[in-house]
């Protein structure tokens, strides 16, 4: 490892870990937290890929029981370029699929000593039941329909790169939120960073427990978009029933998707984002996925980096606490 890469990172950790054990939602980070990990995601996104042995005594298991392609592959290339084993598992692979418990096939995993287990689940709260009950530290790599922790801290990171603060600033959530741990999570780190949010969407796909985030309801894109800062846009979830939410996709497209002529109303510095996977033409039409401001590659490239920083301070923590567990 580079002795100036390991002397940045050195530098902008400060001695610091992070106050979890295991990251679950967003309302388990502080400010603190939150600020370590975007100043060395930082750090990391400077260096790429560079390859580093800060945890090379470290073993991570992806444990990834639903379908991903971003957020399955930066946990590996993050484990990876940090020196540390990486093990992936995924639901089709794993003895759940033979009857075997949640419970059972975790503790098994965890005899193994991993330091860390990154956990994609269909079931929400999944992961909050399992980090109560094994050593590792357990990472919600998006669970059902609650949380998606690790995407909102690196929308976050990309809102800030762009627009340096969120306060004053006008992010409009566009799309099917009731289906989406996307939403769950980003609603809550919005808040914490006091932007100014706005949601349009069908009635259909607004949840009754909106009511207890400050955000701003509309019917109607046309009247939400034209003074956002950020047009965050999010896919319809065909996979957990939202096609039954719509009269058809296509009758969705036309009300609420971001078309040309509707981004043409925002501003001129006012940035497209999008967590992917993209459905093209439904959620987002085709020619603004590459548009100059849109920022769906730079997302995910941030969340490589937000991912290292994140498994680095749960991997070598300085206090060298132990997580408290209760085996059941
Ligand atoms: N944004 C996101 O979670 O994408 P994947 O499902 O590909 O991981």
Redesign the pocket.
Known sequence: MSSLLKDKLESARKNQDLSIFDLLSIDDLSQKDISLVLDLAEVFKQSKTEKTDILKSVTMINAFY?????????FEIAGKNLGSDVINISGSGSAVKKGESWLDTTETLAAYHPKIIVM?TAESGLPNFLAKHVAPSIIN??DGLHE?PT?ALLDLKTMLDYHKTLKGKVVTIVGDISHSR?FGSLVRILEKYDATIRVVSPQTFIPHEIQQFKVTLFTEIEKALPESDVVYALRVQEERGAKGYVPSLREYSKTFGISVKRFALTKPDTILMH???VIRDIDVHSPLVTHKQSKILE?VEN?LAVRKAIIWLFGDRLDKKEKPYQLI
């Open positions: 639903e379908g991903s392609t971003r957020t399955r592959t930066s994609r790599a998006g998606h995407q996307v967590p992917g996977p997302q969340g």
